[in-house]
T-cell receptor
Framework: GAGVSQSPSNKVTEKGKDVELRCDPISGHTALYWYRQSLGQGLEFLIYFQGNSAPDKSGLPSDRFSAERTGGSVSTLTIQRTQQEDSAVYLC?????????????FGNGTRLTVT | GDSVTQMEGPVTLSEEAFLTINCTYTATGYPSLFWYVQYPGEGLQLLLKATKADDKGSNKGFEATYRKETTSFHLEKGSVQVSDSAVYFCALLSSGSARQLTFGSGTQLTVLP
């Protein structure tokens, strides 16, 4: 079956512009995560959605970052007024489990470059 | 807070060599531990896991043992293949209320024929 799909795969934007990154999770997965991977760094947790519960936004680095998940499926991560330090690979993952004990299935990521 | 420290790469080995990638963690309570792998051009995928002390996770010839006394979860394989070339991430899931995995920085492995 289809895996986690992210689009675009690459995005180059100018500093100060807004960007939207999209994630299509695996059908039936109730949990959805966004992570960020900067060069030479580990995966940094950004936000977590579980079903209809309020999202865990504790990892968002600033109020320029926001995310939504419509209809419990597709998610969009929005970065407003992008800065060069936002350049990274943004990874989306989904899973069946409540606490992540079921495996996370990752997409291939969106590589964001802010010039 | 929780953290994972793993061996810095890159690591380059010849085919059939023995592999160890070190991973240590800091966490309260009794976390679950994972190794994820990212093959070139693909998304991260779960390689193996262990959910309690002394458990051994294994898959595709890779093994890792949950050592609470040394807070470690080192990844090993007795004989690596070229197809094992990938980036390997150690991760933990806290036993507390946190719902997300905490990842290490990743170790790039290249296996030469």
């Amino acid at each position: 079956g289809a895996g986690v799909s992210q689009s675009p795969s690459n995005k180059v934007t100018e500093k100060g512009k807004d960007v939207e990154l999209r994630c299509d999770p695996i059908s039936g997965h109730t949990a959805l995560y966004w992570y960020r991977q900067s060069l030479g760094q580990g995966l940094e947790f950004l936000i977590y959605f579980q079903g209809n519960s309020a999202p865990d936004k504790s990892g968002l680095p600033s109020d320029r970052f926001s995310a939504e998940r419509t209809g419990g499926s597709v998610s969009t991560l929005t970065i407003q007024r992008t800065q060069q330090e936002d350049s990274a690979v943004y990874l989306c993952a989904s899973s069946l489990g409540y606490r992540g004990e079921s495996p996370l299935h990752f997409g291939n990521g969106t590589r964001l470059t802010v010039t | 807070g929780d953290s994972v420290t793993q061996m810095e790469g890159p690591v380059t080995l010849s085919e059939e060599a023995f592999l160890t990638i070190n991973c240590t963690y800091t966490a309260t309570g009794y976390p679950s531990l994972f190794w994820y792998v990212q093959y070139p051009g693909e998304g991260l995928q779960l390689l193996l896991k262990a959910t309690k002390a002394d458990d051994k996770g294994s898959n595709k010839g890779f093994e890792a043992t949950y050592r609470k006394e040394t807070t470690s979860f080192h990844l090993e394989k007795g004989s690596v293949q070229v197809s094992d070339s990938a980036v390997y991430f150690c991760a933990l899931l806290s036993s507390g209320s946190a719902r997300q995995l905490t990842f290490g920085s990743g170790t790039q492995l290249t296996v030469l024929p």
